[in-house]
C-alpha cells in the first residue's frame, strides 16, 4: 500500500481523536496536553506526506522503496529538496492554522509582533534574489536591518576636501575637523504588494511547491516597488513617500543636453563623468533604464569611441567608461523635458536604507464562498541621502 495513503489515514487518526477532545470541552490538563500532542503529531505526519509526495513528483519512475527501515543520512536530511519539502509543510500549515512553535520551520514563520509571517531565506532566498534581479541598485546602496521598521540613526560626513597637511618640525599638528558632518534619523515608509488571491485546491495540493508559488505572486511588486521608493521616492500610484526622498530627488545636475532633438552625446557622458568627485569613483556606478541602455550603445558606438563594453556574460552588467552599468526600471526615458535618465554616483556613501525582511500575512476567510484564500506580502523601507555630491545626474534640456 502507497505510504502517502498510509500516512494520510495516520493523520486523519489523528485529526478525529483531537475532535474528540474538543467535543469533550477539553476539561482537563491532561485532556489539553493530550490535544496539543495530538496536533503536534499531526502536523509531523504533514510534513511526511509533503517530503514523500515531493519526491515521488520528482523521481517518478524510481521502484517501491522496501519494507526495510532505512536510516536517513545527514547528508540527506540537509538537502535542498529536504528543506524545501519542509519549507511548503510549514506554508501550508499556516495557511490551514496549523502552526505549532515547537517545530523550526514553523518558528521560522512566525512573528510576536504582527501576526506576519516572515520569509525566511534560509528556504527560499526571496528577498535577496528578488531585489538582484528586480532592485539591482540595492546591491550598491548601504543597507541597514530593522525587524520592526523602526526609524535609525546614520551619520554623514563628506569629507572629500580635506587632505594631508604639511607639519613643520616643532609645530603642532592642526586640527582639521570632517567637513559636512551630521546625523539624520531615518524613518520607514510600510510599502505593500496588494491583496493577492488563490484557490484552495493549490494550498491543500501537497505535490505543489507551495513556496515558491507563494512568492511568485509577490516577486516582481515587491522588487519593482523597493526599486521605485529609493528611485522617485513614491509608490506605484506615484503617492510621495514621507521616508523616501529619492536619488533623482537629490542627485545633483552634473551635465545637460545641449536639446531634446540633439539626445545623448559622448559629450554629454564624459561631462556627466567629471562632475563626480574622483574620491566617489572606486565604488561609483550608472544607472539608466533598458532602452536609455540600448540607445547609448548606438548613439556612442558612431562616435568612434570603444566607451561602452556589453557583459561578456549572462547577468553580468555592462561598462561604461570602466564602470558598471545597472539597470534601474524606476528611471524615466530619454525624451523626457527635464528629466534625470542617468545617474551616475557612488550609492554605498550617498545613500543609506533601511529596510525589513519582506512578510506574508494570510487572509484565510475572506474569500471563503469562492474556495479562494489570499495573502498580503508588506515590508519597510526608508532611505536618507548621506554625502552630498556623491550622485550625479544628466538632465535633460526643456526643449
Known amino acids: 500500500m502507497n505510504s502517502i495513503y498510509k500516512l494520510t489515514q495516520r493523520k486523519n487518526k489523528l485529526v478525529a481523536d483531537a475532535q474528540t477532545l474538543v467535543n469533550a470541552g477539553l476539561a482537563t490538563a491532561e485532556q489539553k496536553e493530550q490535544y496539543r500532542k495530538l496536533l503536534a503529531e499531526a502536523?509531523?505526519?504533514?510534513?511526511?506526506?509533503?517530503?514523500?509526495?515531493l519526491i515521488e513528483r520528482k523521481l517518478p519512475n524510481l521502484p517501491a522503496p522496501v519494507s526495510a527501515p532505512v536510516a536517513v543520512s545527514a547528508s540527506v536530511s540537509d538537502s535542498r529538496e529536504h528543506k524545501r519539502a519542509k519549507s511548503n509543510g510549514a506554508w501550508r500549515a499556516l495557511l490551514f492554522d496549523r502552526l505549532d512553535s515547537r517545530i523550526p520551520e514553523h518558528r521560522d514563520l512566525l512573528t510576536s509582533t504582527d501576526g506576519g509571517a516572515t520569509v525566511g531565506e534560509e528556504y527560499n532566498d526571496f528577498s535577496v534574489a528578488t531585489l538582484k534581479a528586480y532592485a539591482p541598485l540595492t546591491q550598491f546602496t548601504?543597507?541597514?536591518?530593522?525587524?520592526?521598521?523602526?526609524?535609525?540613526?546614520?551619520?554623514?560626513?563628506?569629507?572629500?576636501?580635506?587632505?594631508?597637511?604639511?607639519?613643520?618640525?616643532?609645530?603642532?599638528?592642526?586640527?582639521?575637523?570632517?567637513?559636512?558632518?551630521?546625523?539624520?534619523?531615518?524613518?520607514?515608509?510600510?510599502?505593500?504588494a496588494g491583496i493577492q488571491r488563490y484557490s484552495i485546491q493549490l494550498a491543500e495540493d501537497a505535490a505543489f511547491d507551495l513556496t515558491e508559488f507563494l512568492l511568485g505572486l509577490s516577486g516582481v511588486r515587491y522588487g519593482r516597488g523597493i526599486e521605485r521608493a529609493l528611485t522617485l521616492g513614491t509608490d506605484q500610484s506615484g503617492t510621495t513617500l514621507p521616508s523616501n526622498p529619492g536619488l533623482v530627488n537629490i542627485a545633483?545636475?552634473?551635465?545637460?543636453?545641449?536639446?531634446?532633438?540633439?539626445?545623448?552625446?559622448f559629450t554629454n557622458i564624459a561631462d556627466l563623468y567629471e562632475s563626480l568627485d574622483s574620491a566617489y569613483y572606486p565604488k561609483a556606478c550608472w544607472q539608466m533604464n533598458a532602452s536609455t541602455r540600448l540607445a547609448l550603445i548606438t548613439s556612442l558606438a558612431t562616435t568612434g569611441q570603444s566607451v561602452f563594453v556589453p557583459a561578456p556574460t549572462l547577468g553580468g552588467m555592462d561598462m561604461l567608461l570602466n564602470l558598471p552599468v545597472v539597470i534601474n526600471s524606476s528611471l524615466p526615458n530619454l525624451g523626457t523635458e527635464n528629466a534625470m535618465p542617468i545617474l551616475l554616483g557612488d550609492l554605498y556613501n550617498g545613500l543609506e536604507v533601511v529596510g525589513s525582511l519582506p512578510k506574508i500575512i494570510t487572509l484565510n476567510?475572506?474569500?471563503?464562498?469562492?474556495?479562494?484564500?489570499?495573502?498580503?506580502?508588506?515590508?519597510?523601507?526608508?532611505?536618507?541621502?548621506?554625502a552630498s555630491g556623491a550622485i550625479q545626474g544628466l538632465r535633460l534640456a526643456a526643449s
Open 43 to 53: 502536523t509531523e505526519v504533514q510534513e511526511d506526506i509533503d517530503s514523500l509526495a
Open 252 to 265: 545633483q545636475v552634473g551635465a545637460t543636453t545641449a536639446s531634446l532633438a540633439d539626445g545623448v552625446t
Open 365 to 386: 476567510e475572506r474569500y471563503a464562498e469562492s474556495f479562494e484564500r489570499a495573502i498580503i506580502l508588506r515590508s519597510y523601507v526608508g532611505s536618507a541621502a548621506l
Open 142 to 192: 548601504r543597507n541597514r536591518f530593522s525587524a520592526n521598521g523602526r526609524a535609525v540613526h546614520a551619520s554623514i560626513v563628506t569629507d572629500t576636501g580635506n587632505g594631508m597637511s604639511l607639519v613643520p618640525e616643532g609645530n603642532a599638528v592642526p586640527e582639521v575637523d570632517p567637513s559636512g558632518f551630521s546625523s539624520t534619523l531615518i524613518s520607514t515608509d510600510t510599502l505593500s
